[in-house]
């Protein structure tokens, strides 16, 4: 069965420090794997996703992710973080031929000043 | 492009009354499109998928009868709350896939919060 784990409900981190939240995901066949972003009292908004090719995948505000197979693992890391990336953040996974989304349960990061 | 709206965006109302969301995908054309639910400080539930001009199919534990969902067109779902209670509060939202994709992705919708009073 497809499964997505987020380990860390919650990541408190200082202001231009570096971040890493983490995301593993089990599945039998080849997956796409997403990290989405959601601000309080708002939707999803995606941040940067893997479908094929290069592993390393790069979102414009400075977000990046890498999809390692032999780990099963697509972590999120950001070098330096600001307050504005206080948010809840998705980790979700689907395969080809089916339209479903696993989600992971989340992970709150915390940027202080 | 890939834009995807839902109506409202809040809305209050009394408890044993209808409530009904809609989502409409703005610049594609959806084939398919999922609600979800989502309670505070927890992750997205799929509550059903629906797939335009066919019955919407239900996640185990989702009443269809509570829950109506219709998909009469490629850029329209609704989401009707029948007969709402408090419990039934909690923030929904939509997603919608593209008619051909060349790979699988849901685009979302900025969600409704519902409070049943």
């Known amino acids: 069965a497809q499964s997505v784990t987020q380990l860390d409900s919650q990541v408190p981190v200082f202001e231009e420090a570096p971040v890493e939240l983490r995301c593993n995901y089990s599945s039998s066949v080849s997956v796409y794997l997403f990290w989405y972003v959601q601000y309080p009292n708002q939707g999803l908004q995606l941040l940067l996703k893997?479908?094929?090719?290069?592993?390393l995948v790069e979102s414009i505000n400075g977000f990046e992710a890498e999809f390692n197979k032999s780990q099963t693992s697509f972590h999120l890391r950001k070098p330096s973080v600001h307050i504005s990336d206080t948010a809840e953040y998705f980790c979700?996974?689907?395969?080809?031929?089916?339209?479903?989304?696993?989600f992971g349960t989340g992970t709150r990061l915390k940027v202080l000043a | 492009g890939a834009v995807v709206s839902q109506h409202p965006s809040r809305v209050i109302c009394k408890s044993g009354t209808s409530v009904k969301i809609e989502c409409r995908s703005l610049?594609?054309?959806?084939?398919?499109m999922f609600w979800y639910r989502q309670f505070p400080k927890q992750s997205l539930m799929l509550m059903a998928t629906?797939?335009?001009?066919?019955?919407?199919?239900?996640e185990q534990g989702v009443e269809k009868d509570k829950f109506l969902i219709n998909h009469a067109s490629l850029t329209l779902s609704t989401l009707t709350v029948t007969s709402a209670h408090p419990e039934d509060s909690s923030f929904y939202i939509c997603s919608a896939s593209p008619s051909a994709p060349s790979y699988n992705e849901q685009f979302f919708g900025p969600g409704t919060r519902l409070t049943v009073l």
């Open positions: 893997y479908l094929s090719g290069s592993t």
């Open positions: 629906s797939n335009e001009g066919s019955k919407a199919t239900y």
């Open positions: 610049d594609f054309q959806a084939t398919t």
């Open positions: 979700a996974a689907t395969t080809s031929g089916t339209y479903k989304y696993i």
